[in-house]
């Protein structure tokens, strides 16, 4: 009897373990192997297939399977560009025994935007050699903060140095910037200790470097100017959505995004010329009621021979919303075709740790599956205070997406603890159809027994 029971019991137990947990999967392209984390954008196929609100059936995983720790991330955070770098016109200076190169009168030759054409007597771009002691570089043509300066040493040299750092923006006046900027090029034994960044805090057209110590010539062979870029905002993307109803403008027009975006910003598009006051609502699912998300407000298209000029997109309230289903309704106005409905949001990002077994891949799409929970924005964080504001995980991007159990894996709305309290039920309705059975067995033996 318990042998039957187990029996038929056995299909639940399969179809409880034997169902993948994710509908797709993507590789992830990793920019090397020497970073310890990454960040992967989310694209919006991975948008279309996840199924939580939550974003939680997203999942990072190694070539073994095994998650690795990962978190979702705000595009709030401005990226950081990588700096630029220009080559700058350096002319060196000789110092007189016991001489200080700040006592130099120098006489200067520029053109009209200031740049150094030559540089009469005491400085000389050539000629010097290993007499070089003092630098003077010319930064007039430089575009952009310069946050330091890059000297180019030659491969074997071997330095220990220091100089004040000095600006000016007319050759006569000088003010200190750093009072000691330290030069390192040091080799043994097949190792290098290298130190040939001079930081500069201000701005100046001109800047002289001038040694505080005995040291021998500095070996320059060539300076660059790193220039600090801006940060920049993650960029807007839209979904474009044409009406899936019938409706009209006062009826109301509904549109399908059929993904979980982030979306904060809405736009109305029109193909001829039209003005109407609109409203936008949404909703999570199909039995939800509709929310208001923007407006009212007025979309407009007017063309005319000198162009089109078309009102702006407007931001949602509470944002990012994430609902599929969207409607417009006009307040005021008559529109005489469908509208376009334009829904602007900024890409997401995975921030995971390199644990594990590479090559590593994205899951998402599960009605069970939910990503652990991982300290990833102590760890930004924390990583951000030791390296510096601007520091980020290594940029990944994704490959094409794969199916693994597709709509199956969406459609398993219940949880391992569901799937438990189902098997229980099972075995106690087995158990009591078997002990019926029993109990009729032994009624109908009763009557042939008297």
Known sequence: MKRWIVVSALPLLIAASATPEYARQWTVQLPGADAGAYRVELTPDVYRTIASSDLRDLDVIDAGGKPVASDVFAPDAPLASKPTRTQV?????????????GSLALIAQRDAQGRILSLQAQATREGIGSYARA????LSAVKG???ALELGL????QVDAAFRVEASDDLQQWRTLATHAQVLSLQQ??????RTDVALDGTARYVRLVPVDASPALPLQQVAARIATAPQEAAWQWEALQSTSKGDAAKGYEFDLGGRFPIERVDVQSSGNAAIEWRVESRADDDAPWVLRAGPWIAYRVADKAGAAASAPVGIFDGPVR??????????GRATEAPTLRLGYRPEVVVFLAQGTPPYALVAGSARARRAEAPLPRLVEAMQQQRGDQ???????????VALAGDAALAQHMTPQDWRQMLLWGVLVIGALVVGFLALQVLRKAPEQR
Not at 89 to 101: E, H, I, R
Request: charged share 25%.
């Open 89 to 101: 016109p350096w002319f060196a200076l000789q110092v007189p025994d016991g001489g200080d190169a």
């Open 135 to 138: 630098f003077l570089l010319d």
């Open 145 to 147: 903060r310069i946050e």
């Open 154 to 157: 030659r491969p074997d040299a």
């Open 189 to 194: 034994d097949g190792r290098r200790l290298a």
């Open 323 to 332: 609902d599929r289903h969207w409607r417009l309704i006009a307040q005021s």
């Open 391 to 401: 520091w980020r995980p290594a940029a990944a991007t994704l490959g094409t997406g």
